[in-house]
């Protein structure tokens, strides 16, 4: 079976300081692995995935992720956040090739300061 | 990116009601659409999988009687909650999937009973 692990429930962090929002993964085989932002009562935004080549990967809205295979994971970062980056994020893998259901991570809520 | 609605985006019903939720896929033809459930605070768990043409598949624990599943047509896939009682309200999330790699979500549609 596969997991996902977002250890943090919330990251505070100053606008304008580095953001990083941690996941580790579970599964077997060649993982897919996704980012997506959800605004309050609103759906899921795509930010970024990694399917296989380079081990980061550029999204939208200047969020990147690397993908460590050997640590099992794919923590999402942007190198200057704002306020506007509020939101609550997921992490989410699939089984690639063997599957395409997804499993979500729990959720981090970013809290972007003035 | 693509785009997928549903409707309606919030629905109150009394308890014993059904209620039918859309998920439209509107500017790609999807022969696969996801079913999630999220609570407050929470990430988000498939409930089914929805296939063009034939039965869903719906994961351990989920009510196939309860949650009843139509994918009509290749741009539309229905969720019809039967005899709705409070502890089915939530926000529940549909997704359509074009390729292998990447689900497009919709906006959610946030069920109250009461």
């Known amino acids: 079976a596969q997991s996902v692990a977002q250890p943090e429930d919330q990251v505070n962090v100053a606008e304008g300081n580095p953001l990083t929002v941690k996941c580790t993964y579970s599964v077997s085989g060649n993982p897919y692995l996704f980012w997506y932002v959800q605004y309050p009562n609103r759906g899921l935004q795509f930010l970024l995935k990694?399917?296989?080549?380079?081990?980061l990967v550029k999204g939208s809205y200047g969020f990147e992720a690397e993908f460590n295979k050997s640590q099992t994971s794919f923590h999402l970062k942007k190198p200057s956040a704002l306020v506007s980056d509020s939101a609550l994020y997921f992490c989410a893998v699939s089984p690639g090739a063997a599957g395409n259901k997804l499993t979500f991570g729990g959720g981090t809520r970013v809290l972007v300061k003035p | 990116g693509a785009v997928v609605s549903q409707h309606p985006s919030w629905v109150i019903c009394k308890s014993g009601t059904s209620v039918k939720i859309e998920c439209r896929s509107l500017?790609?033809?999807?022969?696969?659409m996801f079913w999630y459930r999220q609570f407050p605070k929470q990430s988000l768990m498939l409930m089914a999988t929805?296939?063009?043409?034939?039965?869903?598949?719906?994961e351990q624990g989920v009510e196939k009687d309860k949650f009843l599943i139509n994918h009509a047509s290749l741009t539309l896939s229905t969720l019809t909650v039967t005899s709705a009682h409070p502890e089915d309200s939530s926000f529940y999330i549909c997704?359509?999937?074009?390729?292998?790699?990447?689900?497009?979500f919709g906006p959610g549609t946030r069920l109250t009973v009461t």
């Open positions: 990694y399917i296989t080549g380079d081990n």
């Open positions: 997704s359509s999937q074009r390729d292998p790699y990447e689900q497009y």
């Open positions: 929805s296939n063009e043409g034939s039965k869903a598949t719906y």
């Open positions: 500017d790609f033809q999807a022969t696969t």
